[in-house]
T-cell receptor, first 113, second 115 residues
Framework: KNQVEQSPQSLIILEGKNCTLQ??????????LRWYKQDTGRGPVSLTI?????NTKSNGRYTATLDADTKQSSLHITASQLSDSASYIC????????????FGAGTRLFVKA | NAGVTQTPKFQVLKTGQSMTLQCAQD?????MSWYRQDPGMGLRLIHY???????DQGEVPNGYNVSRSTTEDFPLRLLSAAPSQTSVYFC??????????????FGPGTRLTVT
């Protein structure tokens, strides 16, 4: 069964600290993996997109990694800010058009001052 | 350029009532879709459309209807609301990018409660 599992479910860190969120998937075939940020009461916004041949992608303080062999991805947030408090969703697609897409349940990140 | 817009932001319905959730995009995207987001679960696809006049079912279509008369609008209709349809609903649109992938944009969501 195609699945996307994220850990931890929630995380609390102090402002300025780094953190890493995990995503394991069993989607096959694999086309691309995305990380989205979803602020409370808003729709998800794309952070990074990685295809099979890419093993790292950065967007400012956000760095995503992909190991297609072990079917694992991580999202590393550097020097966290209060505005990083949000849910982070891992999304895996089995095709380039996105018709076979599985969403993870997300990791809820709280950044405290 | 407003992106993807949804109305209403919040709605409370009684069991058995019907209503339409509105979605519009001004980016001329052919592909639009509706998702529901429930606590502890990933977004699930309800219905999608690959262009005006073309719609298809997603993972959880029961109890919902859609139509696509124009490229811009993609309304979602609840025929007879049930408490199990209490959820947050997101509309999205996307286009195929040049790198053999796609870019997807989500609306702000509609929080629906069915009592």
């Amino acid at each position: 069964k195609n699945q996307v599992e994220q850990s931890p479910q929630s995380l609390i860190i102090l402002e300025g600290k780094n953190c890493t969120l995990q995503c394991n998937y069993t989607v096959s075939p694999f086309s691309n993996l995305r990380w989205y940020k979803q602020d409370t009461g808003r729709g998800p916004v794309s952070l990074t997109i990685m295809t099979f041949s890419e093993n790292t992608k950065s967007n400012g303080r956000y760095t995503a990694t992909l190991d297609a062999d072990t079917k694992q991805s991580s999202l590393h947030i550097t020097a966290s800010q209060l505005s990083d408090s949000a849910s982070y969703i891992c999304v895996v697609s089995g095709d380039t058009g996105g018709f076979k897409t599985i969403f993870g349940a997300g990791t809820r990140l709280f950044v405290k001052a | 350029n407003a992106g993807v817009t949804q109305t209403p932001k919040f709605q409370v319905l009684k069991t058995g009532q019907s209503m339409t959730l509105q979605c519009a995009q001004d980016m001329n995207h052919e592909y639009m879709s509706w998702y529901r987001q429930d606590p502890g679960m990933g977004l699930r696809l309800i219905h999608y459309s690959v262009g005006a006049g073309i719609t298809d079912q997603g993972e959880v279509p029961n109890g919902y209807n859609v139509s696509r008369s124009t490229t811009e609008d993609f309304p979602l209709r609840l025929l007879s609301a049930a408490p199990s349809q209490t959820s947050v609903y997101f509309c999205a649109s996307r286009f195929l990018s040049g790198q053999g992938s796609y870019e997807q944009y989500f609306g702000p969501g509609t929080r629906l409660t069915v009592t």
